[in-house]
C-alpha cells in the first residue's frame, strides 16, 4: 500500500484548507468528465515520473489538481484537490510541476513511487 496516490495526495496536498473531491464526487469519475486526459489509461501501474493528471491555476491563485494512478493490483486511484495559495506545501506543488500561471495547465508527474513487489 505504500504507492498508494490518495496517501501521497494526503501527505503532499492536503493541508489547511486543501478541498479533497472523492473519484465520484458528482456520480462520474474524473476520466469519465474528461478530467484525467494526462493521466494513465491502462491497468499498468504507475512508476516514478508516469504522468498522472494536470494541475491548473485558477484565476485566485488556488491550484486544481485532477490526478489518477494505478497500483501494483490494478487497483486506480483518482480525485481532485484544489489548493489554496495560502496551503504551507503551495510552492512545493507549483515547483513540482515547473511552474504555473493564472489559467495555465501542466502535466503532473508521479512523484517518487516503490517499486511493485515481484510475484
Avoid at 28 to 33: C, E, H, I, L, V
Avoid at 108 to 114: D, G, N
Amino acid at each position: 500500500m505504500r504507492r498508494l496516490l490518495p496517501t501521497v495526495m494526503t501527505a503532499l496536498l492536503l493541508s489547511e484548507g486543501a478541498a479533497w473531491a472523492g473519484p465520484f464526487e458528482d456520480g462520474r469519475a474524473a476520466s469519465q468528465r474528461g478530467d484525467s486526459a494526462a493521466a494513465p489509461s491502462s491497468k499498468k501501474p504507475t512508476q516514478t515520473g508516469d504522468p498522472i493528471g494536470t494541475a491548473t491555476m485558477l484565476p485566485d491563485g488556488s491550484l486544481q489538481l485532477h490526478l489518477r494512478s494505478v497500483q501494483c493490483d490494478g487497483t486506480i486511484a483518482e480525485g481532485e484537490l484544489t489548493i489554496p495559495s495560502s496551503a504551507k506545501n503551495y510552492q512545493d506543488i507549483i515547483g513540482h510541476v515547473g511552474g504555473l500561471k493564472r489559467l495555465e495547465s501542466k502535466t503532473v508527474l508521479a512523484w517518487p513511487v516503490a517499486p511493485c513487489p515481484s510475484n
